[in-house]
């Protein structure tokens, strides 16, 4: 861990729609204003590891967090040899492989290759060789570590992202879970509207299942009026495993 200090420290999976649009958000906060962000890494494969991905999630999710370990590995070699500063350029550069694309068929599937973590690799001007990290599993232990510290700051029954604000000793907390970025100028009050309620001693949760699909390009659901549909942990209900 660099001894910099951050102001915000934001856990990050590629394969998260929700951190996504939030990282994008948190990303025009530190633009106008004067926080530092620290990229790190959460997986949602690891922190899902004990259940059954046949009955508990809609089907593709165990290949998707998969491939989102897999670039996780990768990120850890970049910010191991290259420095974290890279960190928020590779993710962005995911989104510009990934989610700001077009809807098309097999696009999901060629994450996590080294093929697609290449082209990430080099839209973030970094050695396209470290692409081969994604087949090292001995970068696992890395990233479970950082899952286990951010989970250890907002207990276990949470998703991603998760955001510490004023690390290791100021608040954390998972989401906010939002579903279309912010404008400019929603991005600042919203986080200051944020920080307030999570700096309240007694706040724990704000919660409603109900929830409109991440407006994102590639999943083909953006819309001028989205509809809501019911969620739970994490997935849409209805697209689950009737048991």
Excluded at 1 to 14: A, G, N, R, V
């Amino acid at each position: 861990m660099s001894q910099e200090k951050y102001d915000i420290e934001f856990f990050w999976d590629p394969i998260c729609p929700f951190a996504w649009v939030t990282s994008r958000w948190v990303e025009k906060v530190a633009q106008q204003t004067s926080y530092s962000v620290d990229w790190r890494f959460i997986s949602l494969r690891i922190l899902n590891k004990d259940k059954d991905y046949e009955t508990d999630f809609p089907p593709g999710y165990e290949q998707g967090h998969t491939a989102g370990l897999r670039f996780l590995r990768a990120a850890a070699k970049v910010r191991e040899e290259h420095g974290r500063e890279h960190m928020s350029a590779l993710y962005r550069a995911f989104g510009t492989h990934y989610w700001e694309l077009n809807q098309q068929p097999g696009l999901r599937k060629q994450l996590g290759t080294v093929e697609h973590t290449e082209r990430c690799l080099g839209t973030a001007g970094l050695p396209t060789s470290l692409a081969s990290a994604v087949d090292d599993p001995e970068w696992d232990s890395v990233i479970e570590s950082e899952t286990e510290l951010a989970l250890s700051r907002t207990g276990r029954d949470v998703g991603t992202p998760i955001i510490s604000f004023q690390p290791p000793t100021g608040l954390s907390f998972f989401g906010p879970v939002i579903s279309r970025v912010p404008t400019d100028e929603e991005a600042v009050p919203l986080w200051d509207a944020v920080i307030e309620l999570a700096s309240f001693p007694g706040f724990a949760e704000m919660k409603r299942s109900l929830r409109e699909a991440p407006q994102i390009n590639v999943l083909g659901t953006l819309e001028s009026n989205p509809v809501m549909e019911d969620w739970e942990a994490g997935s849409r209900k209805a697209h689950k495993p009737s048991n």
